[in-house]
Every structure is written in C-alpha cells, then in structure tokens.
C-alpha cells in the first residue's frame, strides 16, 4: 500500500491565488522530504529539501519566498506556490527516504497536477 | 552543476525485443538508482547499485554501475507491454539529495 500520500491530487486555480500541497508519511517518520516539480515529457527537478523543525533547503533558481516549504511534523510536510502564475503549472511531487538520514530508496507521493489558468 | 543524461529520449520497440537505457553523469557518485514512471503515475523504485562495476539482476531486468561510478544502464530482455513508461536513473552524491536523469520512454508495440 501507499506509504506517502499527496493532496490534493489535482488542482486547478486562478493566477495570482495561493495553493498548498500536502505530504504525509504514512506509518513511519519521515525525517526528510524532497519536493520536485515535473514539467509534461520532462524529468523531476529537485525544488527543495525538507528537514523536520528546520527550515528547507533550495536548489539554485527557486524562490524560496514563492514556493513556501513547512515540515512542521515527523508525519507532514507542505508546499505553498504563493502567487501562482501559468507558468508555475506542473506536476509537484514529494518523496522521502525509506531510510531516515540515507539516500537509499525513496517513497514518492502520488503527486499533484496543478493547473494555473 | 551535477547532470545526469540519459540516452535514449525515446524508445520504440516490438515486444519481445530487448530494450537498454544509459545514464551518464558529470560527477562520480556514490550511488545509482533506477525507478520507473508509468503514464500519469509517480516513480517506483527499481534497484539502487552502490558498489563500482556492480551488476544486479530482476527477472528480465540487468542493472549495471560503471567502474567509474559515473555510467549506469538498465537491459530489459524480451520487453513485453507492461514495460511501458519512463525509466529514470537517479545518482545520489556527497550532498544530501538525489539527481534524477531526464529519462528514457520507452513504449512497447504489441
């Protein structure tokens, strides 16, 4: 069965309206979660780096005041896309390790499909 | 900065035809993993490789991490329709996250 769940699994919202997506490890604690962003036909661009109780990690080129990351609890991680615009539509995907603190095998959410109009 | 290519893009087979996916990556690293995406899904783990010139082996499926640690390339034998969809290697390196390739699709026509 699933071990991470993603919501909601899709979305579509008008320009200039906030959304969040939620990430939930399922039985076990998720230390880490990473958040990706997948655009059609193209691989997973790593976004960030979540650590529970600590503030997130961005790789170079995402704004961190638009894309707001929250790993609040052991069990939830969230993705804020403040502002959004049309071109921020895209398929937003979490994972976490399978082992806490490793870089072995990673639970992935079952995504998000955000629509931008 | 870290890239990881993979080649093919695309890839068309008949079934029963064998199928191979190269990932290169600029950096050496310390691991090599392999998922799989179907249409409108999220990536499922395949394997992850650790050691130099390792070879591990799932059914139809040999995975293979090169000597130098930066090359790795999924062999699928006999590919049947249930092969269908993106593979994706993913390199782990000294930082605390993962690279991904940009794929492979592969579809398999019956």
């Known amino acids: 069965g699933a071990v991470v769940s993603q919501h909601p699994s899709w979305v579509i919202c008008k320009s200039g309206t906030s959304v969040k997506i939620e990430c939930r490890s399922l039985d076990f604690q998720a230390t880490t979660m990473f958040w990706y962003r997948q655009f059609p036909k193209q691989s997973l661009m790593l976004m960030a780096t979540?650590?529970?109780?600590?503030?997130?990690?961005?790789e170079q080129g995402v704004e961190k005041d638009k894309f707001l990351i929250n790993h609040a609890s052991l069990t939830l991680s969230t993705l804020t896309v403040t502002s959004a615009h049309p071109e921020d539509s895209s398929f937003y995907i979490c994972?976490?390790?399978?082992?806490?603190?490793?870089?072995?095998?990673?639970?992935f959410g079952p995504g998000t499909r955000l629509t931008v109009l | 900065g870290q890239q990881v290519m993979q080649i093919p893009q695309y890839q068309h087979v008949q079934e029963g035809e064998d199928f191979t996916t190269y990932c290169n990556s600029s950096?050496?690293?310390?691991?090599i993993q392999w998922y799989k995406q179907r249409p409108g899904g999220h990536p499922v783990f395949l394997i992850q490789?650790?050691?130099?010139?390792e070879v591990k082996k799932q059914k139809r499926l040999t995975f293979q991490f090169g000597e130098a640690k930066k090359n790795s390339s999924l062999h699928i034998t006999a590919t049947q329709t249930t092969d269908v969809g993106t593979y994706f290697c993913a390199g782990g390196t000294g930082a605390n996250n993962l690279f991904f390739g940009t794929g492979t699709r592969l579809t398999v026509i019956p």
């Open positions: 490789l650790v050691k130099s010139g």
């Open positions: 979540s650590n529970e109780g600590s503030k997130a990690t961005y």
């Open positions: 950096t050496t690293l310390s691991n």
């Open positions: 994972s976490t390790p399978r082992t806490s603190g490793s870089l072995g095998e990673q639970f």
